[in-house]
């Protein structure tokens, strides 16, 4: 740390740091840039890392991982929390007419694999987990009966009373077979919403169109479920009104007879999986209870999670002589033992439970959209890229030039990640960030 302030550059390596926003493990690039007039051939202006201190670019890592990187996490969330909230009052391309479109905020969630621990509460006091009088015992010994008021941050929340019991196959899988649950729940709904409104598909596409965003979130015992934001339009999307007869009441009903509907079935072990019997479907509105800032940082929130709540990994794990490596509690340890054990077998293969072990068998994305919902991320990291560009006009350090007349050359290279533990504590200071505990790679 010494050392890094004694630098000539430390002004400049301090610059870096800044504008990665506190960035805990910056991707550290080499390389360079070049300028030239494409009529003449001239060179115009170059950038080289050479000059830079460590003869680096450090650049922000850009995970949406809360637990790897909070600033950057910070960023993800940021971003879906205006792509959500623009699909319900308008903004970044979307007209404010949107706001008159009827719109659901539903929930989907899982079945049940077993009885777990929970938090109950009612009228603002703290309820007994499973307090049964005349409480069954297992197979295996133990009494399913839990008296506990458990408090918010119990690490027994979410695990199964009994662990021989509880349903470790089904939980995996149904994690692996939520996203085709959810896209034939979409298919379901439509084919419901055209049969309500007495139309065919086609005719229902010509009048219609049913918008979504939707995020997944892990409960405590391991499973996710999805919250979604589901909106009707008309034919071009949200530009358009929808039709009179398209009531936010029709929707709820195709919404509540789709999700009992569907199911998966994971063939090679003859089980069949649907969602939970749990759905809970209320209206959006602009002044109610359910607003749609609400709702947007809701599903914001959950974008950068994952399933650091059950206590799991990160990061990928392969093999479970790896996986004895890890102080996990013994019900994270379970599931994704759970799935290495059925990503062995060749009829699971498409299932891809061994590269998704450390997300319990979920490999879908996170947050998603349909296409006409309301802007998309790439367009927002461009609006805010284009904003960085011309600051870098104006103070200088990027030359203007017409950009039909100039041919940009660039060469980059990975040349590590990560901060050494001095500069770790140094980047703190600057940005005012949490010191990263574990150490980063100081490549």
Request: a positive charge; one cysteine or more.
């Amino acid at each position: 740390m010494i050392t890094r302030l004694q630098d000539p550059n430390y002004d400049r390596w301090a610059h870096q740091i800044k504008r990665t926003g506190g960035c805990r493990q910056p991707i550290h690039l080499r390389g360079k840039v070049e300028h030239y007039d494409r009529a003449t051939g001239r060179l115009l202006h170059r950038y080289s890392t050479h000059t830079e201190p460590d003869g680096v670019l450090r650049v922000a890592c850009k995970t949406r991982r809360a637990s790897r990187c909070p600033a950057c996490a910070e960023t993800y969330r940021a971003d879906t929390y205006q792509l959500v909230r623009a699909g319900l009052v308008g903004g970044k391309g979307v007209p404010e007419t949107v706001a008159a479109h009827p719109a659901l905020f539903v929930t989907l969630t899982a079945p049940s694999f077993g009885a777990v621990h929970v938090r109950r509460e009612k009228n603002g006091k703290v309820l007994p987990c499973h307090a049964r009088r005349d409480a069954e015992t297992c197979p295996h010994g133990q009494v399913m009966s839990c008296t506990s008021r458990h408090a918010a941050d119990d690490p027994r929340l979410g695990e199964p009373l009994c662990p021989e019991c509880y349903d470790y196959e089904g939980s995996v899988l149904f994690n692996a077979v939520s996203p085709e649950l959810w896209r034939r729940f979409t298919e379901a709904l439509r084919r419901r919403f055209a049969r309500i409104s007495e139309l065919t598909m086609r005719e229902l596409r010509e009048q219609l169109t049913i918008s979504f965003a939707k995020v997944a979130e892990y409960q405590r015992r391991g499973v996710v479920h999805f919250h979604a934001v589901i909106r009707l339009d008309g034919p071009t999307g949200p530009a358009s009104p929808p039709p009179a007869w398209a009531t936010a009441d029709a929707l709820e009903q195709a919404v509540q007879h789709a999700a009992g509907a569907i199911t998966v079935e994971v063939e090679p072990l003859a089980r069949v999986f649907r969602w939970g019997a749990q759905l809970d479907v209320r209206p959006i509105t602009m002044n109610g209870d359910l607003t749609e800032q609400a709702v947007a940082a809701y599903i914001a929130k959950y974008a950068t999670k994952a399933a650091e709540c059950v206590g799991t990994l990160d990061r990928r794990i392969h093999t479970l002589d790896e996986l004895a490596l890890y102080p996990l509690r013994e019900h994270a340890h379970r599931l994704i033992a759970e799935c290495l054990r059925l990503g062995a077998l060749d009829d699971l293969a498409d299932l891809r439970l061994t590269q998704w072990a450390h997300m319990l068998g979920f490999r879908g994305h996170f947050s998603t959209k349909s296409r006409r919902y309301s802007t998309t991320l790439g367009a927002l990291r461009a609006a805010r890229e284009e904003h960085q560009r011309v600051e870098e006009i104006t103070t200088g350090r990027l030359p203007l030039f017409d950009e039909d007349t100039v041919l940009v050359i660039t060469h980059w290279e990975y040349a590590g990640k990560g901060l050494s533990l001095g500069d770790q504590l140094l980047a703190a200071a600057i940005t005012r960030t949490p010191l990263l505990v574990e150490g980063g790679d100081p490549s």
